[in-house]
């Protein structure tokens, strides 16, 4: 009865038996450890879970894209709203559900016997269960000090010089893969001070949020005639080359979410693609209206253009009928995702969105970054200059 995917779960079973409960004896199959190995056991690892996109959690979810309590402070990953009862309404549903499957055996003879039936249990094999509690907050580093932290991750250049070499004779550990990857995106990437990045640095910006801010700065320092050409080339040379491996890598570089994401962007302003202002800090206002309206023709017109979009930005959306939160939603993963830019939504009147009160879609990662952060020239500017001597 408890097939994760299909059944029902323990407390709707028992309500179907209710109704079709017959006088004669009947067996009930639960298979042990029919779920995810991984379930929340509390309301804050539900949070964390649809925070993390945890896909074990999926199963239970479904698509997240319907939700519209995720917030997105500055430079962070999107978080709920702990203290709206909605969400917390929400997340108890879903710890209930959770709890049903993880001990639905336990929970099902109980509430028969309660009800006065005999329950005779026999195992069919000898599998132990093997479901396990999901615990928040398993990173290990998340508690340790800041200076701790940089003095464990962060290298200078010598010493990433080393991790080089190395890299070319053997294989990197774990610690030096990451020491290798934070050194790269301070120096490359963000440009920051290395005296002034923490865990957090590491977990949000070079991480999940890596891409995003990536695709921002390319978006704001090229023109887009500039993208477009070098798109255009990259995939008619992968034409012309057939599917090769190259081909395919083309296509799947993420700085190809950037001109459909201008596209979108110039669509929502009113104007042409490359007359969007690449280097607006306080945002770009949108109205509700333009918003839904500009989905339907840009992201869905067709099922075939809705499930490329969704496909290629990343989304779990799957169903076909779309209500106005999961095209907001969209919208949001396209611009975040090609543009780096982050929502920032209104303030509703009486539950709605109404005109007058736009979304603001601004570069939150960058502005985080810079101001959070520092930059890597003001360190560099601190570092003793190496004295030149001119020999006869």
Known sequence: MNSFERGPTVETFLQQL???RTVTNFTIYVKEGAGPQSLPSTVEDVFCAIEDEDRELAKLLGSTEHLDFLLAPSGTRPVCDRNSPGCVLYANNILTVANSFRNYG??????????????HEVYLDDEAPSVQVRRVGNDDDKDLADDVWRARYVVDDEAYRK???????DTLDEVEVRQRHIYECIRNVHKVDPRRVDHNYEVVHCGKELVPFQNYIRFQTTPFSDIMDDFTRALREGDMEGVTKEYVAARGDMSRRI???VMLSAELLGCQPGEVERCKEDGF??????LQAIHDTMLGPT????????????MDQTAESLTATMKRNAIKKVLHVGL???????????GKFVAGRPHLFKPLLWQEVREKYGRLDEYEATLPVEGCVIRP
Do not use: C, M, T
């Open 18 to 20: 209710f109704r079709d």
């Open 303 to 314: 099922p075939e253009r809705l499930s490329f979009v969704r496909d290629f930005y990343g």
């Open 163 to 169: 991790l080089l070499e190395k890299d070319e004779i």
């Open 259 to 261: 001109p459909f994401a």
């Open 106 to 119: 336990e929970l099902l003879r109980a509430d028969l016997i309660k009800q006065g039936f005999v329950v």
């Open 285 to 290: 206002a949108v109205e509700e209206d333009a």
């Open 340 to 350: 780096g830019l982050n929502h920032v939504a209104p303030k509703k009147s009486n």
